[in-house]
């Protein structure tokens, strides 16, 4: 497997007590954890992006550890989950795609113990201090609308031109004061990655 150079390593929880006046008892919580790393195929084009796809291997084992470690509970309690990409202005979209899909999944999967539900991601190219929104759902079913969610998540001194931001959310609930109906966290099945 290939490693990531890493420059820089951002970990953070996130917790709202109180929404519209009403205190959220626990509180609400989503941990975020970002990797800055090389692109080892800024400034040219390359047609085999495997390098990237191991490195996105790499990175969701890494990354799904800290999030779920950053929220201090076991992985079973993680409820939802999401990814992004920033690539600096030397690379292209799709070196954000080879690190956030064919491999990512599967230890981010196992960070969090289970994960049937598509991981929800964005990707884009910017300079210093981009920001991207981390779209959030449930682990295990896509249909559950109280986990329908996202997260700002930024680094001021990055993604250099020859460097991209790889970014991880996890969550243990949903948005404070669900109450938009549909299918509710304790009738997932759990099967099919939608119920």
């Known amino acids: 497997m290939t490693e990531p150079k890493i420059r820089k390593l951002v970990v953070s929880v996130e917790e709202t007590h109180r929404e519209m006046g009403k205190p959220i008892a626990p509180p609400t ?56 990409a920033i690539v600096g202005e030397a690379g292209e979209l799709e070196h954000a795609a080879a690190i956030l899909h064919p491999t990512l999944g599967k230890p981010l999967r196992a960070a969090v113990e289970h994960g049937a539900a598509l991981i929800p991601s964005a990707k884009k190219r910017g300079g210093m201090g981009a920001r991207i929104d981390v779209p959030l759902g449930h682990k295990d079913a896509g249909f559950v609308r109280s986990h329908f969610d996202a997260i700002e ?40 990655g939608l119920r």
């Open 29 to 84: 919580r989503k941990a975020c954890a970002i990797a800055v790393i090389e692109n080892p195929f800024a400034g040219r084009y390359e047609a085999d992006l495997a390098p990237l796809i191991a490195i996105g291997e790499a990175l969701g084992g890494l990354l799904g550890a800290r999030a779920v470690a950053a929220l201090g509970v076991t992985p079973d309690r993680i409820e939802s989950y999401g990814k992004a």
């Open 153 to 192: 998540i930024g680094v001021s001194d990055a993604p250099r031109a020859d460097e991209i931001v790889v970014a991880i959310v996890v969550t243990d609930s949903g948005r404070p004061l669900p109450r938009v109906g549909g299918l509710q966290k304790h009738e997932i099945e759990g099967k099919d």
